[in-house]
């Protein structure tokens, strides 16, 4: 079987582990909420002063009478185990997320912060989303003392660090396609035998799929010329990744290119006939969650004390089990899949500039997907 393939045997493991699917409860932990930890339980959690670090934000939590987090997000649907985890460790702190994406997602940070009615006290998102408010103040400088080992996925500023991202690539439905047939790699989506086969969510806007294009046109191993041949593929656009997902599930198309696997995850689990391709030759296309404290969130410390639980080993596990790339180097990816410091990434954005790259090339893809 190709390596980027995921099986069935698969799919049943990371669901065994509450791999995104909903139908497991979260691995039980111990509360470290306070007092002496095992070993053990210090080793889940980074280290003595990491967990030295998380009491004391835990505490100063509880003395402002701060018990939720709320986080705005691309992926808030499926971290719910993730966040059990973490409530399990904290017990006094519950995580709620809010699915946001786009416009929606700027658009509701924007009324908050002009309203004064503040209810987000963090983002997890993609490049595109926080580098606007980066750029607006909109952000608490904050970096974790658990993401020193950090390799990349932070801006130089310590406003933002991504302790997980998104992982893209292309779901088939296995009653259109064998596996044997199935696009392996970015330059098998151009041959022919895909014209007309193809659906996704629409590319000529910020989303999923031009986020998967843009980063393929940085990284310089991909140009207007393979752009100009994706483009004449007859890609079918849908009005939002999960609609696309659906057409690809039900048998309208046979393969999505620009798939997340946590969304994947969810199909599968839903019985849906389908499989999961992730390219990783030829540049593995990862689409980093930036964490932010929001500047004036209502509850600064226990945003803190979350931010820090992700980039601890158990967190990066949780993320893991739900279908998210770690990104602290040698961290546990989702099975099958080499760490992400093994990976031959795409290269990766620089958070000040990604905006201005962006714009350049969405007026691209918006020319080529014209004139295809």
């Not at 003595?48 to 998380?54: H, I, L």
């Not at 009324?111 to 987000?120: D, K, L």
């Not at 690539?169 to 970015?186: I, R, S």
């Not at 046979?254 to 995850?265: E, R």
Request: aromatic share 10%; hydrophobic share 40%; net charge negative.
């Amino acid at each position: 079987m190709h390596a980027g393939v995921i099986s069935c045997a698969l799919v049943l493991a990371l669901s065994a582990c509450g791999g995104g699917t909903g139908e497991d409860d979260a691995p039980e932990v111990s509360s470290a909420a306070e007092g002496e930890v095992s070993t053990t339980d210090a080793d889940l959690l980074g280290g003595e002063e990491a967990v030295t670090a998380m009491q004391d934000l835990y505490e100063a939590a509880k003395a402002a009478g701060e018990t939720t987090v709320n986080v705005y997000g691309p992926g808030e649907q499926d971290k719910a185990k993730l966040y059990e985890v973490f409530s399990q460790r904290f017990p006094d702190i519950a995580v709620t997320g809010t699915y946001l994406v786009g416009p929606e997602f700027d658009a509701k940070i924007q009324a908050e912060f002009a309203s004064g009615q503040h209810v987000a006290d963090m983002v997890q998102a993609g490049d595109t989303s926080v580098a606007p408010q980066l750029v607006q103040g909109k952000y608490q400088e904050f970096r974790p003392v658990t993401s020193e080992a950090l390799d990349g996925f932070a801006d130089p500023t310590g406003h933002l660090t991504a302790a997980t991202g998104a992982t893209f690539g292309f779901v088939y439905n296995t009653n259109l396609m064998k596996e044997a047939d199935a696009p392996q790699g970015w330059d098998d989506l151009t041959a022919p035998a895909l014209t007309g086969k193809m659906t996704a969510e629409e590319v000529t806007r910020n989303g999923g799929a031009f986020g998967t294009v843009n980063h393929l046109l940085w990284d310089g191993r991909y140009t207007e010329d393979y752009l100009a041949a994706l483009a004449g593929q007859q890609i079918a656009f849908q009005s939002s990744g999960p609609v696309a997902g659906a057409a690809v599930a039900t048998g309208q198309y046979a393969v999505n290119p620009f798939y997340p696997y946590s969304f994947y995850l969810r199909d599968k689990a839903q019985g849906a006939p389908v499989a999961f391709v992730f390219p990783t030759e030829g540049g593995a296309h990862i689409s980093p969650h930036y964490l932010g404290l929001l500047t004036d969130a209502p509850n600064p410390n226990a945003a803190k004390l979350l931010m820090t639980w992700l980039f601890t080993p158990e967190g990066q596990q949780a993320a893991s089990d739900v279908g998210y790339y770690p990104l602290m180097p040698d961290s546990p990816a989702p099975e099958g899949y080499p760490s992400v410091n093994e990976l031959d990434q795409l290269k990766q954005f620089p958070i000040d500039q990604v905006g201005e790259i962006s714009k350049g090339n969405l007026d691209k893809v918006k020319a080529a997907f014209a004139a295809g």
